[in-house]
């Protein structure tokens, strides 16, 4: 058994975006339309649910996108305060990028593992794999690079289902649960006008993935909603949404028990404090992948 937390759409903004001027600051503002432009009260809005999530008996953290209001450099050293004020192990976190997360330059999240949130990049970087007792997590980026800040819509890579679906038929997840991180639902919009603005492409590709293989689940955010859904009628469900932290949601911190390849939410806003010698005994297993 493994306990997952699960966060997302963070949004954090650089201290002196005041000093924004031309497109870049009226970006900032186009994207936080409705939401203050209050860089302390995000920044501390965010370590305090990551602080929360490394008292809890979570075994392993799951981001879900749109860490940054824009992508900007600054916004990146943002995140990796927050995360680092928290705390939190970096083995024990999981972060993948959010269509937010690419407006600013392309390549900005790649960059930003590579400075600031290198700590992390052992288990967010693309094709990694967390092995732990009740799950194996796979994080996917559904990211569309330097894409116009006024599109939100996202993609599934063809190379990212097929790693999926490799974890999938592995015999390392034959009594673990399969959780795929990422920003966008797997699913279309529901209103179909808005799909080329706020769709995902490709997204028939998880689906199916998610009919063919029971173990199968995907955590995301995008939505702002907390949400939990069941495939075709199943007994447990296998998609999950958390609602935004940026806006301040009572519920923005979901957690799950990873067991018996399924996973299953745990109620209540407190879970028990592991022991010390529980955490050593979940530490990360090694992943080594048999050929298809």
Known sequence: MSILAHLSD??????D??????????????????APLDAEARLTRATSLLAQARRSA????LITGDLT????????EVLAEALHKSRLDPDCVTIVPGNHDGYSAPGAFARALEGPLRA???????????????????PLSTMIDGQLFTRSC?????EDLAHVRRIASDPISRERAVVVAQHHPPSHHPVFALEWIDGVQNAFGMRELLLERTRVHVLHGHTHRRATRHISGRAHAQVFSAASVRDQHLDSLRFYKA??????ELQGAIIPQLSA????????????PSPL
């Open 154 to 158: 996202g993609t599934v890579q063809h």
């Open 69 to 76: 209001e824009d992508g900007a450099p600054a916004q990146f």
């Open 17 to 34: 975006h005041h000093k924004r001027r031309g497109l870049s600051r009226r970006r900032l503002q186009f994207l936080s339309f409705g």
């Open 259 to 264: 067991e018996a390849g399924s996973l299953h």
């Open 277 to 288: 010698a529980a955490r050593v005994a979940r530490e990360p297993l090694t992943w080594n």
């Open 10 to 15: 963070l949004h954090l903004i650089e201290r």
């Open 58 to 61: 979570a075994d392993h953290v």
């Open 120 to 138: 992390f990049r052992r288990n967010s970087a693309q094709g990694a794999t967390t092995v732990l007792p009740g799950a194996v997590i796979a």
